[in-house]
């Protein structure tokens, strides 16, 4: 039979059920008090069950070539059916191996053909839930924990904006549905006897919090109805549970008290980001408890930061333990957004965070062994975040830092290497060494033998935490960071091309980004110089095009992280202006400008390539249409290349908005040439590239004086009508938009004419978008800017004096009087600022 005929599935999945069940410890209680550790999985880390999860990852591997879950998981299911009713029949709870053997082969289903396995997440959620609640054997807890942590990890969360579900898949909806209930199953379980199981039911409530879209952190908080109801309870059980564990017992720390508190104490952090302002009435019973922890086993007084004695409370763990309580002091301060609540704890932790960076500063060995330096700055930049400009005046103490670890040379080292090294390169990729900290790989070299590169992986992971604490203190105090720009933006820009990270490459990116804004209002204000931002811009432009150029085009984040920073720098640039010249503080020149544009494109180009080549190959187009899960991962690559476009065309929409009239030889030479064709569905296959055109050529004629909207409008007009047609515009809303504005633009700019072979469908489609939300309030308008733009459109068409067609016969005065009670229902707009002025005032 063929590899993957249903007869060998079988075999294959049997055997590593088998494995799964019968590869694992049957020492549970040596398992239970063995305690957790801040270094390992739980779920993973028992070296007894090694079998067990070599087992577990190879039916994994399967899942995921084998023809996708479409053809593997009609085997499978079954399987854990049985698994799981064999455990029931079990006497004397004999059968917990086959109840987390079948919860683990639920979660690596999950984990492997999300799409296919989306209509079965109801079953895996009742099982996990009953396990978790009703089972007494702690290893059954933790696995059933572990499938909720994943379930809420695969969770859909719409309003994570790098994130579109792919056509036809069915949305997995955890929270949504079942969302108390594990809040009440984890709730239950922190205050476990067995530390693993507390320290697991812990993480479970992390990844409720922060989970969703595939990602343990998908970027943006869950919605807070889904917790707010359960959280005076949640907190209750965490209060009287893990926090309130005594780890000045040596007994209780050897059993992984330490380890349970710090997951509890990042869990309260979680609970709070979520929650918000909600966080508030439990503000005044959690915040001592984390102060406490902040300064636990030291010693604060005039002479600075030490530990209190030589013992127990000196070591990793109570480090990570301190440093964990001070961030999470910080974020739930942040979250209560109440700073006559916060700034007063605010200010006691700055009193543990000074010394603390002074003590750093004389190069004091044990600081380490005090708060880790990245989670002080981290809560430094939190607090700025509160305080604002106020912070201004910790800076010079904190700043100097920073820049040390920015700056710091990498740590570098090649050595002789060998032949087990070669061949683990070439299987795995580079070794990591996590008690060094350190990563290698190892290379044959013509004429000189074999050599084996070390890099220090801690310190690029130090710059790397140095670079966001940059960009969160830059955005919090604005202008009043202007007076540290410089020195920042000379610090960063060498990392933009850092060859050995890419961590550091998109921190450092995305750190110029507020650094340069403070930059450019500092020098408005008078507090940086006022060249700072012209020589800035051309440096930073510079620097992160050429780093795109070169970037590996499969690192989605890092290529994001440096056209994000791109299209922030060249925003400030555009955004600030001098009011008593109506200059911009800093621009491009013309010539500037069309080097930039043309490279700008030319990665444009590349993406836009790699997006038709995934369109293709979903579309079957070569004759092979992928499985489910196939597709879901093609769609998730073609939403990344497009979340990679979106700042690339706002760089280029920027620099034209900038430079106005002046951007019209740029425009002619480079830009018009490759979008042009772009701007229908004639011209691309891609949805995306249309968007990209049609905002652009709607920049033009906004921007770029009346010769260039005379010239280009005819081009948009065409674009604009079937970019408003939802039989032509593919669902994609961002197309509908920017067409809808495009039209008023056209109205407001070009000649009268334009549209004349096509205003009865202009009208007719405004028309429509409109009407389709009269009588509802504009919060419950599902995307009010369609709306409101097309309002926008109609009144510059049809309604205000001067409109093109506001006397013509393709608006008779009786349909201009039918439409001017629709117009006004919309006032005010309030999407737009800019859109909104015009139209209140026509």
């Not at 909720?148 to 309003?159: R, S």
């Not at 009786?814 to 006032?827: A, D, G, H, I, M």
Request: with cysteine; proline share 5%; hydrophobic share 45%.
């Amino acid at each position: 039979p063929s590899a993957t005929s249903p007869s060998d599935q079988n075999g294959v999945v049997r055997c590593c059920a088998e494995l799964t069940i019968n590869g694992v410890d049957d020492d549970v209680d040596s398992w239970r008090v063995d305690p957790p550790s801040l270094q390992s999985d739980a779920a993973t880390s028992w070296e007894e069950d090694d079998a067990a999860i070599y087992a577990e990852s190879l039916l994994e591997s399967f899942l995921r070539n084998l023809g996708g879950g479409t053809a593997t998981l009609p085997v499978i299911l079954p399987l854990v059916e049985a698994l799981m009713n064999s455990a029931a029949g079990a006497a004397n709870g004999s059968g917990w191996r086959q109840y987390r053997a079948a919860l683990s082969i639920l979660e690596r289903c999950l984990d492997a053909a999300p799409v296919t396995f989306a209509p079965h997440v109801p079953v895996a959620v009742e099982a996990a839930l009953n396990l978790a609640s009703n089972n007494p054997c702690e290893r059954v807890q933790l696995q059933a924990l572990q499938l909720l942590g994943a379930l809420c990890n695969a969770d859909t969360v719409e309003d994570d904006p790098a994130y579109s579900p792919p056509t036809n898949a069915t949305p997995i909806q955890v929270r949504a549905v079942y969302g108390g209930r594990i809040l009440q199953a984890a709730s239950a379980l922190v205050a476990s006897p067995c530390a693993k199981v507390s320290s697991h039911a812990c993480l479970v409530l992390v990844s409720f919090c922060r989970g969703g879209n595939g990602k343990e952190n998908c970027g943006v908080s869950v919605k807070k109805d889904y917790l707010v109801a359960y959280l005076q309870d949640v907190l209750m059980s965490l209060a009287s549970g893990p926090l309130s564990l005594d780890i000045s017992d040596p007994v209780k720390v050897s059993a992984g008290a330490v380890t349970v508190l710090v997951r509890a104490i990042s869990a309260v952090a979680c609970l709070a980001d979520t929650a918000g302002e909600d966080f508030a009435p439990f503000y005044s019973n959690i915040m001592p408890g984390l102060l406490g922890c902040t300064q636990f086993g030291l010693q604060i007084d005039a002479n600075g930061v030490r530990a209190a004695s030589a013992g127990s409370a000196i070591g990793h763990d109570f480090a990570t333990l301190r440093g964990s309580a001070i961030e999470s002091a910080t974020i739930v301060g942040e979250a209560v957004d109440n700073e006559s609540m916060f700034v007063p704890d605010a200010e006691k932790i700055v009193g543990i965070i000074l010394p603390t960076l002074k003590a750093a500063e004389t190069g004091a060995d044990a600081v380490s062994t005090i708060i880790p330096i990245d989670q002080l700055l981290a809560a430094s930049a939190r607090i700025a975040c509160v305080m604002g400009e106020r912070y201004a005046q910790f800076m010079p103490a904190v700043l100097p830092h920073l820049i040390k670890r920015v700056r710091e040379e990498a740590e570098i080292s090649v050595v002789d290497g060998d032949d087990s090294g070669l061949e683990a390169t070439k299987q795995d990729g580079a070794e990591f060494d996590e008690e060094r900290g350190t990563e290698s790989v190892t290379f044959a070299l013509p004429g000189v033998g074999l050599r084996k590169l070390i890099l220090n992986t801690t310190q690029m992971q130090e710059k790397s935490q140095a670079c966001r604490a940059i960009y969160a203190h830059a955005s919090a105090l604005g202008a009043a960071f202007g007076p540290f720009a410089a020195e920042c933006i000379d610090a960063l820009l060498p990392l933009v091309t850092f060859k050995y990270s890419s961590d550091v490459r998109s921190t450092s990116a995305q750190a110029l980004g507020p650094v340069f804004d403070s930059a450019c209002a500092g020098a408005l204000a008078g507090s940086a110089a006022r060249d700072l931002p012209m020589r800035a811009l051309q440096s930073s432009t510079k620097a992160l095009v050429q780093q795109l150029q070169v970037e590996d085009k499969d690192d989605d984040e890092t290529v994001f992280a440096l056209a994000d920073a791109l299209s922030e720098v060249l925003y400030s640039a555009y955004n600030h202006v001098n009011e008593l010249d109506g200059k911009h503080i800093a621009q491009l020149s013309v010539d500037e400008a069309r080097v930039t544009v043309k490279q700008v494109i030319d990665i444009m180009k590349s993406c836009l390539e790699r997006r038709t080549s995934i369109i293709r190959t979903i579309g079957g187009y070569d004759g092979v249409v992928p499985n489910e899960d196939e597709s879901a991962q093609l769609y998730e690559q073609l939403m990344a290349e497009g979340r990679n476009l979106t700042p690339l065309v706002d760089s280029i929409g920027y620099t034209l908005k900038s430079l106005g009239e002046a951007f019209v030889p740029v425009f002619k030479s480079v830009v018009a040439p490759f979008f042009s064709p772009l701007l229908t569905a004639s011209g691309t296959i891609d949805v995306r590239a249309r968007f990209a055109a049609v905002c652009l050529f709607d920049d033009c004629v906004e921007h770029c004086g009346g010769a260039a909207a005379s010239r280009y409008a005819p081009y948009l007009a065409e674009a604009v009508v079937e970019g408003m047609d939802d039989t032509k515009n593919e669902g994609d809303e961002d197309l509908k938009a920017a067409s809808i504005y495009g039209v008023a633009q056209i109205a407001r700019h070009a000649p009268n004419s334009v549209f004349d072979g096509s205003i009865n469908d202009v009208m007719g489609q405004l028309s429509t978008i409109i009407k389709s939300a009269e009588g509802k309030p504009k919060d419950d308008i599902e995307d009010l800017r369609i709306v409101e733009n097309a309002v926008s459109a109609l009144a510059s068409l049809a309604l205000f004096d001067g409109a093109p067609y506001a006397k013509t016969n393709a608006t008779k005065m009786s349909q201009r009087q039918s439409l001017l009670p629709t117009f006004l229902s919309y006032l005010p707009l309030r999407e737009d600022p800019d859109k909104a002025k015009i139209c209140h005032e026509g």
